[in-house]
């Protein structure tokens, strides 16, 4: 019962986070400093100065294929492009030949804001959760970082996106279950070449023109 509930810590996003739990790993995050290709700090197209101004096209850089690596597991990640006010991704982890979880998520655009739901399934999609989806709201946000958090309960309390460069960026995660210490939780994801193509910069990686 307590891995299964570890495993709700994910979001992204993201992200194998449930893994630091289950396994009792926490790896190092990877120091951020954001910027352009001549290395001046660069900002996104479509800044939004409160969550309430966001819009999905502030997350449209996230569209394509993402890898981390943690340890002998690899972590993955596919997000589609925003459209019609949701933003859908699938993530995975895989360790050996076994896939550990595969998890489904979106962001949504709503009036105030924007909201990222989660849930976690087996390789044959039985649910981990058995109440509704994990509920996040963004709180924060500018040309770098994005901040979301959890009214609901602790698992997780906040989950946030940091851009590193253009093909990278890391994810953190509060973790502050009912019983037991509350954990900081970081993973770097490397953008992935879309399938048939090599990774190109901007907000996505695309497949060549014949």
Do not use: C
Not at 7 to 14: C, H, M, S, T
Not at 152 to 176: C, E, F, I
């Amino acid at each position: 019962m307590r891995a299964k509930k570890a495993f709700r810590v994910l979001p992204v996003l993201a992200l194998a986070l449930f893994l630091a739990v289950w396994l009792g790993h926490s790896p190092r995050a990877f120091a951020y400093q954001q910027g352009s290709k001549n290395g001046a700090p660069a900002t996104d197209s479509t800044p939004a100065s409160s969550p309430s101004t966001a819009n999905l096209e502030n997350f449209a850089w996230l569209e394509g294929r993402w890898k981390g690596e943690w340890g002998p597991r690899i972590a993955e990640q596919v997000w589609l492009s925003p459209k019609a006010g949701v933003m859908e991704g699938m993530f995975r982890v895989l360790e050996s030949d076994k896939t550990l979880v595969i998890e489904f998520f979106t962001l949504v655009q709503k009036p105030d804001g924007i909201t990222f739901y989660f849930r976690h399934f087996t390789p044959s999609l039985a649910p981990w959760e058995k109440s509704d989806a994990t509920v996040l709201n963004l709180t924060s946000i500018d040309a770098k970082k994005s901040v979301f958090e959890n009214s609901a309960n602790g698992m997780p309390k906040s989950a946030s996106w940091t851009r590193l460069d253009q093909d990278t960026y890391l994810y953190h995660a509060q973790l502050v279950p009912e019983t037991g210490d509350p954990q900081e939780i970081e993973i770097t994801y490397k953008r992935q070449a879309a399938f048939g193509s090599a990774v190109s910069g901007g907000n996505a990686a695309h497949p060549k023109k014949p």
